[in-house]
């Protein structure tokens, strides 16, 4: 989780990051099983190589990117901001 991020969860409002923490969940259990469910609208972010973003709320998004493998067979996940679209300006 990058220092970007933890500063953009804590202005999020209780039940945003209620929603978010539940798409988080949904989003590792679907890694674990190597297809994201329609509903996390998973995709790279256009003109941001190598940075994706997850759906976790009408307006509610989250990237993220792929880092070093940190336990062997398994994807690290660094979340790097969450918020509404704006966070798209630098994601």
Excluded: N
Excluded at 43 to 55: D, N, S
């Amino acid at each position: 989780m990058s220092a970007r991020f933890q500063r953009d969860l804590v202005r999020l409002s209780p039940s945003q990051r209620a929603a978010l923490q539940v798409a988080v969940a949904r989003f590792i259990e679907d890694l674990s099983r190597g297809s994201f469910r329609k509903g996390l609208r998973v995709k790279g972010v256009r003109g941001a190589g190598g940075v994706f973003e997850m759906a976790w709320g009408e307006d509610g998004r989250a990237t993220f990117e792929y880092g070093k493998q940190i336990r062997p067979g398994e994807p690290h996940i660094v979340w790097r901001r969450c918020g509404t679209h704006d966070i798209f300006g630098a994601p």
